[in-house]
């Protein structure tokens, strides 16, 4: 069993930046892909990013490379999502998620936090 919990949303200025946490509870969490989505009002959820659980090895949505980065810290059980260059469509809940499996669908997150919301005004 996981849970998940986001924090570091707010409203920033476009260009701006942010650090999304995500703080997670159970033993094995370094056992876990985690990922990163996001869900724009009258919008469907879309994935962000992941992070493996041991190495540490990071994938992003094409259109967010070099923006958005992903790290992770077993030892603290946390994960976070540093957002650069914000821009208003990264306007979103954002969630973190958890898989035993590497996967960009959200159908394979069994454990997902309760969403973060970010705001970027123009």
């Known amino acids: 069993q996981v849970q998940l919990v986001e924090s570091g949303g707010g409203l920033v200025q476009a260009g701006g930046s942010l650090r999304l946490s995500c703080a997670a509870s159970?033993?094995?969490?370094?056992?876990?892909?985690v990922g990163w989505f996001r869900q724009a009002p009258g919008k469907e959820r879309e994935f962000v990013g992941r992070?493996?659980?041991?190495?540490?090895?990071?994938y992003y949505e094409d259109s967010l490379k070099g923006r958005f980065t992903i790290s992770r810290d077993n030892a603290k059980n946390m994960v976070w999502l540093q957002m650069n260059s914000l821009k208003p469509e990264d306007t979103a809940v954002y969630y973190c998620?958890?898989?035993?499996?590497?996967?960009?669908?959200?159908?394979?997150?069994?454990?997902w936090g309760q969403g973060t919301q970010v705001t970027v005004s123009s």
């Open positions: 992070i493996t659980g041991r190495e540490g090895s990071t």
């Open positions: 998620a958890a898989s035993r499996w590497l996967s960009r669908e959200d159908r394979v997150y069994e454990y």
């Open positions: 159970g033993r094995t969490f370094s056992q876990y892909v």
